[in-house]
């Protein structure tokens, strides 16, 4: 069964940082791109960032560059989101998912709830 | 950023019901289109892509068409389990987007 975990969110001041993990199994990890997707509260979907299967692509929406950085561990099956300079508009459920094909979010984790405030 | 716009943004149907939600997009996507759904405190579940091939698992009262810019996700029978939140996303340029949601509640 295809599973994706997240985990490290929490409850942090503006400026701050923080890194969430997603664990992943059930796949051939390193066979698929991962994405990060965020839902801020009572808000609608958006994509965040995502990487490619041996990590040497990575792409991100405007409004977190400089600031957010994606990785992987192929070995430990494992996703990582590192978020620096939080801002309050960080503020949202983050979401692990992976990509079926190009852009096709076919599972997704529960999420982990990132809060930024003072 | 290609703009997703999702019509209406709410609406109120009773089991039975065929109800259809549109997707627009602010320029061409060449198909690149998938749909979700999503139920309150859950993640979103993958419906369609590539406008409308089903994933596996879905019902088939669900169906997907559209071209160019102007998409839409059909419920030929709408059931209860089908209330929910819906979202289109398109996938053919960076940064993906999605639309706004369409809120399907009981009548």
């Known amino acids: 069964e295809v599973q994706v975990v997240e985990s490290g969110g929490g409850l942090v001041q503006p400026g701050g940082s923080l890194r969430l993990s997603c664990a992943a199994s059930?796949?051939?990890?390193?066979?698929?791109?991962m994405t990060w997707v965020r839902q801020a509260p009572g808000k609608g979907l958006e994509w965040v960032a995502n990487i490619m299967q041996d990590g040497s692509e990575k792409n991100y929406v405007d409004s977190v560059k400089g600031r957010f950085t994606i990785s992987r561990d192929n070995a430990k099956n494992s996703l990582n989101l590192q978020m620096n300079s939080l801002r309050v508009e960080d503020t949202a459920v983050y979401y692990c998912t992976r990509e079926k094909y190009g852009g096709q979010l076919d599972f997704w984790g529960q999420g982990t709830l990132v809060t930024v405030s003072s | 950023a290609i703009r997703m716009t999702q019509s209406p943004s709410s609406f109120s149907a009773s089991t039975g019901d065929r109800v259809t939600i549109t997707c627009r997009a602010s320029?061409?996507?060449?198909?690149?289109l998938a749909w979700y759904q999503q139920k309150p405190g859950k993640a979103p579940k993958f419906l369609i892509y590539a406008v409308s091939t089903l994933q596996s698992g879905v019902p088939s009262r669900f169906s997907g068409s559209g071209s160019g810019t102007d998409f839409t996700l059909t419920i030929s029978y709408l059931q209860s389990e089908d209330f929910a939140t819906y979202y289109c996303?398109?996938?053919?340029?960076?940064?993906?987007?999605f639309g706004q949601g369409t809120k399907v509640e009981i009548k």
């Open positions: 320029q061409g996507i060449s198909g690149h």
């Open positions: 059930g796949f051939t990890f390193s066979n698929y791109r």
């Open positions: 996303q398109q996938y053919y340029s960076y940064p993906w987007t």
